[in-house]
């Protein structure tokens, strides 16, 4: 089976830096996806990692280990639009083709 | 502009009717999925299309019936409504054909309650 893990919920206060953490056991691993979501709105895509190592865009990074099978969000400066629900996802390519795994999110709070 | 339209966005109906929610997708992408969201926020796939066939269809009651009529839209129809189908209904399209890894890009829900 696929378990992807993330804490449930965080707090953190604007201007911070607060570190998502995600850890994956899947069958495949074709890539890891992060993705952020508002109350009542779509997930929108904020980072991909396949290799190992650290992607940065912005205030925000993603760092991947596909050895230990872990990846972070890294999110600098926080502002209160921040606060949302922040998805990993994992992309198994499969024997067919390939399908997104969701962990159930972390809901980020940020306070002035 | 929207880039993936859902209709409607909210929809209210009572236990046993037949329901459909209708997805749009303005990107020229060549698949299209539909996810269920459920209380607790876990976003998992239902369906996916490629180029109008049906390429993922994972444990999902006969009830639920996606129909592409091409590779722009994929709509969701729902017979015999229950209790259990509340949830957000999710549209979403990727670029290529599922065998490589594209990014999906979602429409804006669909919030489904079943009274």
């Known amino acids: 089976g696929q378990n992807i893990d993330q804490p449930t919920e965080m707090t953190a206060t604007e201007g911070a830096i607060v570190q998502i953490n995600c850890t994956y056991q899947?069958?495949?691993?074709?890539?890891l996806f992060w993705y952020q979501q508002h109350a009542g709105e779509a997930p929108t895509f904020l980072s991909y990692?396949?290799?190992?190592g650290l992607e940065e865009k912005g205030r925000f990074s993603s760092f991947l280990s596909r050895s230990k099978g872990y990846s972070y969000l890294l999110l600098k400066e926080l502002q209160m639009k921040d606060s949302a629900s922040y998805l990993c996802?994992?992309?198994?390519?499969?024997?067919?083709?390939?399908?997104?795994?969701f962990g159930r999110g972390t809901q980020l709070t940020v306070w002035p | 502009d929207t880039a993936v339209s859902q209709t409607p966005k909210y929809l209210v109906t009572q236990m046993g009717n037949d329901k459909s929610i209708k997805c749009e997708q303005n990107?020229?992408?060549?698949?299209m999925y539909w996810y269920k969201q459920d209380s607790k926020k876990f976003l998992k796939i239902m369906f996916s299309?490629?180029?109008?066939?049906?390429?993922i269809n994972e444990t999902v009651p006969n009830r639920f019936s996606p129909k592409s009529p091409d590779k722009a839209h994929l709509n969701l129809h729902i017979n015999s409504l229950e209790l259990g189908d509340s949830a957000v209904y999710f549209c979403?399209?990727?670029?290529?054909?599922?065998?490589?890894?594209?990014?999906?890009?979602f429409g804006p829900g669909t919030r489904l309650t079943v009274l």
């Open positions: 990107l020229g992408h060549d698949t």
């Open positions: 990692n396949v290799l190992d």
């Open positions: 996802a994992v992309f198994d390519r499969g024997s067919t083709l390939g399908r997104l795994y």
């Open positions: 299309y490629n180029n109008k066939e049906l390429i």
């Open positions: 979403a399209s990727s670029q290529g054909s599922g065998t490589r890894t594209d990014t999906q890009y």
């Open positions: 899947t069958s495949g691993f074709n890539g």
